[in-house]
């Protein structure tokens, strides 16, 4: 009796064990092979090329500078928006039902797939504001599908501010404003900071709400307005991965090498800035 | 001055709400006035772009439906043996290892998964099952389960790291084993957490994109054999988007009504997983 | 005749050396008390009686603990089994979220007894005595959480009686009850003391006093004076006991 069970408890222990490593293995794996299909075709003309029919001569850099101009206008808005509303909700709002309400109701858009946010921006940025599928537009869109991250994020830096702070500046005859401004904001930054680099590392991503509001997936011009045409990262990866030729997957593989990059340096930057500042109160 | 602008600003998230389901809704309306919502529920064929239009919703339903079981096939059972290994058996050294590969792993974009699934887990499954179509139900949702797995590890995790260790340790003192602690204490106390996670993890499969996109195809038809290609209906809405869609076309429309029916369905998830959570939340 | 013996134990936490060589003999059907300040080591002292320090990281321990005769930490003692005759019973009531019958037949379960009819006796007996079957004989199936806390510490003690231990070790068992509750367990622990042997941990020297045969003095890790409970209390050898028992530290 207790050796079948201490076999079990042995053999559970192994299984949950191998579980833990599929994961582990997994990413590997994706790894591996992704770095195995796309180093060759990485090169400094991969970076600066337009795509071509040519897959030997193809590149993304019309992607990249998509991807920047998006992300770029999508942080100002996202981070305005998200601190306002986390700032509000911490410290000016009542605990009434429309509190709850618009608690609830971020967390609720947290939840809602980002290609529903590209209808959402199709509609109302594209065709109603008459935007067409611009930066501009999938900006507007980029930056509504963050806020609910950036607010939650927002909103626990406000939190960890502590009380005595305020309360300090409160006795120093500080307005409400002076305290939010010169105290908790300054104090928060560091966290809000990096709520906001790991949303837009979610941003830059994202593939599917660009391609419903309509971002192109063959750009062979840089883009030099808010309201020029354009394509991002992961839809010119899209497009490569579409292709039923062997080269183009190979580019694909590099764009996401490319992709990868950029994101390990944002989470990297993030992680640095929480380990920097972390435990100050 | 302030408050007022700082009210504004959060009203945007009521805003984005209300955007969603207004213009979800009026271009739904506009959909039903030219498809019978008969149609919608009850044909089994949906083929808006061809010259024969049918708008059975039944196929992309199946093909979703296909790809969430099976997902949830590869995350749930995984998800969780992961979860109680970090919780109750994992040292704190190989815990330090496991959890930051978990974040990168939920990190990855679904498009590197989309990449992974045609290029890697497809070749894969052809090459043990030969008649395996390039575009499968199969291989999407594997990696769709991957791509959930980390979910319902860090949710169910949590779950189980919020039941005190005096409960386990008045199983341990009773004689159980570690194993018998976590199935018969500590899963049992976590359940509404774990549960919600699943169907958190339901919810977000269901909305997923690019994997099935890229690697389950575009054919929308009623199978259950995940050897064939199946169409999604977020699969169908990128699909659409990448022609020229003609605002006021019945594609346009069909792009709203099936965006209309995911909203609707993920939205139902979420609000159970929450309810499940806070009208089970344990007391200890 | 006595059924635990410690010889020269130690234990350290890492760096941390929590006992310092305890030489301890404990008799059967008696109630030992161990006292002392909180931090002194007494609580991990019970807790090596019954190896839950096993669960804790980087705890080292050498000596020999000896139960009924055999060194249980020896390689190749079933702590499953051992647990089972040494039952434990903590200082937060911890009833799992069950009803009170599945709280009860949780350990007799666990060891392999699954018929129905058994079961149910397992529960009265344990509940009575526990003192605790006229309270709850019927609401058996409902959750335990709806119990008070005095009666959720009589179902942890039903509960562990239920494996049928010949050894009982208490945590600080009434350190989060009320003087009620609290004096029904003590009443308690004078009847079971006939079928089990009892060692106690308190921070409340009258309840030692008032319920124990022999008592343990703790002080930082080290047991500083161990004798009959009347002894310990009214004629301290140790300058270090008395300073204790008469309240001027701790």
Redesign the interface.
Known sequence: ??KL??IKDVFFKWLFFAATAFGMLSLVVLVVDILYQGLPRLSWEFITNFPSFNPDKAGIKAAILGSVWVIGLTAPMALFLGVATALYLEEYAKKNWFTRLIQTNISNLAGVPSIIYGILGLALFVRAMKLGPSILAGAFTMALLVLPIVVVAAQEAIRAVPQTLRHGAYALGASKWQTIRGIVLPSAAPGILTGMILSLSRAIGETAPLVVVGAFVFVRFAPTDPLDKFTVLPIQIYSWVSQPKAAFHELAASGIIVLLIVLLLMNATAVLLRNKYQKRF | MVPGVLFSSSLITVLTTVGIVLVLLTETVAFFGEVSIIEFITSDRWTPQFADKHFGILPLLVGTMMITVIASLVALPIGLATAIYLSEYA??RVRKVVKPILEVLAGVPTIVYGYFALTFVTPLIRSLIPETSIYNALSASIVVGIMILPMVASLSEDAMLAV?R??R?????????RF?VAL??VV??ALSGIIASFVLALSRAIGETMIVTIAAGALAQVTFNPLESVQTMTAFIVNISLGDVEPGSIESKSIFAVGMTLFVLTLTLNLIAQFISRRYK??? | MSIIETRNLNLYYGQHHALLDINVDIEENSITAFIGPSGCGKSTFLRTL?R?ND?I?NVKITGTVKVAGEDIYQSGV???????RV??V?Q?P?????SIYDNIT??PK???VTNRHELDEIVEKSLKAAALWDEVKDVLKKPA?GLSGGQQQRL?IA??LA?NPQILLMDEPTSALDPISTAKIEELLDELKETYTIVIVTHNMQQAARISDKTAFFLNGELVEYDATPVIFQNPSDKRTEDYITGRFG
């Open positions: 009796m207790t069970r201490k | 040292p704190e005190p005096k409960l340790d008045g199983a341990f003192a009773l004689g159980a084993t018998e018969k204490v049992p106390a344990e007391e200890y | 019954n839950m669960m990281p079933d702590v499953e089994i051992l647990r089972k039952g434990m903590f937060q911890n009833p799992f979220p069950k949780f350990g666990l060891h392999g959480y942890c509960r562990a494996v």
